[in-house]
């Protein structure tokens, strides 16, 4: 039995994730952390699952009090999400964490935490196969057309950007494509942001609007030719067998795995 607390039970992708741990016979859920509902359980709170399951809105408190927690689900936001993640490991408890918008300080102190501990983390940018596999593909691509470009589009409740699932890919990417500036050697931008934001040479374009989930399309150029590389998460639902997946996988691991590609 895997003991699973989970940060974020309001939100959702932190709702999906309770109803998917309630279905596994080897998963338990022992607590949630919430900003709000100190005190209460989550049948008491109106919309969350009708489960006597402790709310904690203390990280430190939270991992005290359940010492049985064997794994942190982490959904919130990037700076709450940070100090979950580091207070976890602290008390020996191992991260899933898909809350975006960590930096790489942050992923290399979480890595030395976790080695220090002797136990395991994942940080996984995007939990769907499908976007780990368009990842993969689009980091086999640039070997061969190294002009490539990234839109992203997310719902409108977003705060960071560009996505993680951009960066990630942009930073596999750069494992294969020859360095290069791309456009034009002289061109300016009359509106400042037109061209996106510039990783190594690359260029991520991020679009918010009400009524999109999860998209992501990598654009590549040559002589006479394109080719798009994409994935729709349709709903969140189609983040959970990553998430699943992750829960049991970080009994097997040592330090921090950031992607999901790194244990397909
Ligand atoms: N890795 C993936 O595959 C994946 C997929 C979807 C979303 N995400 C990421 O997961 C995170 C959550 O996404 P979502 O769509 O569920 O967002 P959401 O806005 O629906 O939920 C955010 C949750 O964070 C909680 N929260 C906010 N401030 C808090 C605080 N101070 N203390 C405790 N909790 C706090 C909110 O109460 C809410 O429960 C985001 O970072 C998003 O980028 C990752
Ligand atoms: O809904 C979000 O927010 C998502 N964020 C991730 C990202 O930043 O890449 C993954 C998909 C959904």
Redesign the pocket.
Known sequence: MINIIV????????YEAIKMINKEENFRLVAC???KNNGKTLKEVDGLPDLDVPIYENAEECFQAVDSADVLVE????E??YLHTKTAIQHNIRPVV????FNSEQLEELDELLTSKNIGGII?????IGAVLMMKFSQMAAKYLPDVEIIEKHHD????AP??TAVKTAEMIRETREPKSQGHPNETETITGARGAELDGMRIHSLRLPGLV?HQEVIFGGPGQTLSIKHDSLN?AS?MD?VRFSIERVFEIDGLVYGLEQLL
Do not use: E
């Not at 409740?157 to 960071?160: E, F, G, I, M, P």
């Open positions: 940060a974020g039970p309001r939100g959702k992708m932190g952390l919430d900003r959904l919130t936001i990037p709450v999400g898909g809350t975006t918008g996984a940018p995007n939990f769907a409740n977003k705060l960071d996505s993680g999860a969140r983040f990553g």
